[in-house]
């Protein structure tokens, strides 16, 4: 089945620790996306990027960090300087030529 | 700056009661116009994209219109399983994110 997985689906964090969510697509798709969920507000983008070892920044980057080493895998650290970092991410990914994004199941993170 | 505004906020319909959710928005230069629904705790599923004003498209009970202002979600005949959240997103011309409205929270009563 072709697909984007994140893991885990739930995440507690105590306060003042980093924590890597993970995104994986099998999807050949080229551009892959963070985003970020609240309640009442809408999908909000963390950082994204378009080819392997290359990422820019989105309207939320402070507080979270990210790498692209693989084609398949853009994961997502949320790092202690996040200062509010409850909340549900979703990744998405998109492919080459296309304009539509598709979304993981997404984790939610709650910081204890 | 682009927006996305959607209405209303929450919408309750009876089971066969046809209504339409409203999608605002404000962009410089529209390369598309996405719909998702999302159901709760999941992540959003692609409906539709629309790309020029007066373009239509068409699934099951949905039907999505585009305007040079605003976008319709039309729901003919609607099912209890038609209930979820209706996500709308634009993306500029040359910009790879999109952006999203609040979303409208539809409730189909059997």
């Known amino acids: 089945d072709g697909g984007i997985t994140q893991s885990p689906k739930y995440l507690f964090r105590k306060e003042g620790q980093n924590v890597t969510l993970s995104c994986e697509q099998n999807?050949?798709?080229?551009?892959m996306y963070w985003y970020r969920q609240d309640p009442g507000q809408g999908l909000r983008l963390i950082y994204y990027?378009?080819?392997?070892?290359?990422?820019q920044k989105g309207d939320i980057a402070e507080g979270y960090s990210v790498s692209r080493e693989k084609k398949e895998s853009f994961p997502l650290t949320v790092t202690s300087a996040q200062k509010n970092p409850t909340a549900f991410y979703l990744c998405?990914?998109?492919?080459?030529?296309?304009?539509?994004?598709?979304f993981g199941p997404g984790t939610r993170l709650t910081v204890l | 700056e682009d927006q996305v505004t959607q209405s209303p906020e929450a919408l309750r319909l009876q089971e066969g009661e046809s209504s339409s959710l409203n999608c605002s928005y404000t962009?410089?230069?529209?390369?598309?116009l996405f719909w998702y629904r999302q159901d709760p705790g999941k992540g959003p599923e692609f409906l539709f994209t629309?790309?020029?004003a007066g373009e239509e498209k068409e699934k099951e009970r949905l039907k999505a219109t585009l305007t040079k202002k605003e976008s319709f979600l039309h729901i003919t005949a609607p099912k209890p399983e038609d209930s979820a959240t209706y996500l709308c997103?634009?993306?500029?011309?040359?910009?790879?994110?999109?952006?999203f409205g609040q979303g409208t929270r539809l409730t189909i009563n059997p």
């Open positions: 962009v410089s230069g529209l390369r598309g």
């Open positions: 998405a990914s998109r492919g080459a030529g296309t304009n539509e994004q598709f």
């Open positions: 999807l050949n798709h080229d551009a």
């Open positions: 629309l790309y020029s």
């Open positions: 997103a634009v993306q500029a011309g040359g910009a790879q994110k999109l952006v």
């Open positions: 990027s378009q080819i392997v070892n290359d990422f």
